[in-house]
């Protein structure tokens, strides 16, 4: 067993070493090392049940490289996506309208506050939020290999059975205007949170208006 793991974790190496030379960005290359790593250690385990004295490095090998590969493309696929996602909003994101974040190798978030795309107490989308939303649906109707969950967040005022209401009517809204733009509904998911996850204290208008928004997270499905 030492063997086999020692076989993996060196396959890994490898493999990241190789993907790393060949990509420039991080998220590229932590990818590539996630891939490669699960890759080895899948390889290995099938080479050792075929033949337990080389067949754990020749497996983990073949693994790490197939691994590697499959990250490497998943992390460089988000990586050009994130830079044309903050490219074509940079006027959102200077406005602090819309945030976009890279929370994992393979997920971007898409954070949309309230004030600028929905009217209060509605989830009518606001005439003048629609070109951010057709930049949106644009980017992702070109990056086809992701799946998109939108989730629809409101502050504490009223009730929870109201608010829970209303955040998904949002986020309704929000996928409904995606799929008007050529994103295929196989594709997005909806979800209301009401005002169940804050992101600051509900006690101020700065931190009620914070907590109100829709987001979209972009997570690739490539490899």
């Given at each position: 067993?030492?063997?086999?793991i020692?076989?993996?974790?060196?396959?890994?190496?490898?493999?990241?070493?190789?993907?790393s030379?060949?990509?420039?960005?991080?998220?590229?290359?932590?990818?590539?090392?996630?891939?490669?790593?699960?890759?080895?250690?899948?390889?290995?385990?099938?080479?050792?049940k075929?033949?337990?004295?080389?067949?754990?490095l020749?497996?983990?090998?073949?693994?790490?490289?197939?691994?590697?590969?499959?990250?490497?493309?998943?992390?460089s696929?988000?990586?050009?996506?994130?830079?044309?996602?903050?490219?074509?909003?940079?006027?959102?994101?200077?406005?602090?309208?819309?945030?976009?974040?890279?929370?994992?190798?393979?997920?971007?978030?898409?954070?949309?506050?309230?004030?600028?795309?929905?009217?209060?107490?509605?989830?009518?989308?606001?005439?003048?939020?629609?070109?951010?939303?057709?930049?949106?649906?644009?980017?992702?109707?070109?990056?086809?290999?992701?799946?998109?969950?939108?989730?629809?967040?409101?502050?504490?005022?009223?009730?929870?059975t109201?608010?829970?209401?209303?955040?998904?009517?949002?986020?309704?809204?929000?996928?409904?205007?995606?799929?008007?733009?050529?994103v295929?509904?196989?594709?997005?998911?909806?979800?209301?949170?009401?005002?169940?996850e804050?992101?600051?204290?509900?006690?101020?208008?700065?931190?009620r208006?914070?907590?109100?928004?829709?987001?979209?997270?972009?997570?690739?499905?490539?490899?």
């Open positions: 067993m030492r063997a086999l020692a076989a993996a974790v060196t396959a890994a190496m490898l493999a990241t070493g190789c993907a030379t060949r990509e420039a960005g991080d998220n590229t290359k932590k990818g590539a090392g996630t891939g490669a790593l699960l890759g080895a250690l899948a390889g290995a385990v099938v080479g050792h075929n033949d337990a004295t080389g067949g754990a020749r497996g983990a090998l073949i693994g790490a490289a197939a691994g590697g590969a499959v990250g490497a493309g998943v992390g696929y988000m990586d050009k996506q994130q830079a044309e996602f903050e490219t074509q909003l940079q006027a959102e994101r200077d406005a602090q309208a819309v945030e976009v974040e890279r929370v994992q190798e393979d997920v971007l978030k898409l954070t949309m506050r309230n004030e600028v795309s929905f009217a209060v107490d509605s989830a009518r989308i606001k005439p003048g939020f629609e070109p951010t939303l057709q930049k949106v649906g644009d980017i992702m109707y070109r990056y086809p290999e992701t799946r998109i969950r939108v989730v629809g967040h409101t502050d504490s005022t009223g009730s929870d109201y608010n829970q209401s209303l955040s998904l009517k949002r986020a309704d809204a929000v996928a409904a205007y995606l799929r008007a733009e050529g295929s509904s196989d594709r997005l998911e909806t979800e209301g949170r009401g005002e169940s804050p992101r600051y204290s509900n006690r101020t208008d700065e931190g208006a914070a907590n109100r928004r829709v987001e979209l997270y972009v997570v690739g499905t490539q490899g």
